[in-house]
Nanobody, 116 residues
């Protein structure tokens, strides 16, 4: 079982920055990849960024050049640095972890609101 705890959401003006973090804890697990989805009101959940255990990253075109994903192996933590935020980035951001045993776990979600 893996628990994911997110932090770092909030309210920011357009053009500003936020850094989201997601810490994984539990026992007996090995994470294959972690990442972030987001879901805006009335929209489907959108995959934003992924990082694998080999540090291979992938970022959605909608945020490329503005968002960066990284991780801290020692602490099983993944970060999402969000720069040049736009009002359309407003959403609930969810961390996920996909383990080597094939299970997917989700964080509780953190609200990001970008004002114009």
């Amino acid at each position: 079982q893996v628990q994911l705890v997110e932090s770092g959401g909030g309210l920011v003006q357009a053009g500003g920055s936020l850094r989201l973090s997601c810490a994984a804890s539990g026992s007996g697990f090995s994470i294959n990849r972690m990442g972030w989805y987001r879901q805006a009101p009335g929209s489907q959940r959108e995959l934003i960024a992924t990082i694998t255990r080999f540090d291979s990253t992938n970022v959605a075109d909608s945020v490329k050049g503005r968002f960066t994903i990284s991780r801290d192996n020692a602490q099983n933590t993944v970060h999402l640095q969000m720069n040049s935020l736009k009002p359309e980035d407003t959403a609930v951001y969810y961390c996920y972890a996909y383990t080597r045993s094939g299970d997917t776990y989700w964080g509780q979600g953190t609200q990001v609101t970008v004002s114009s």
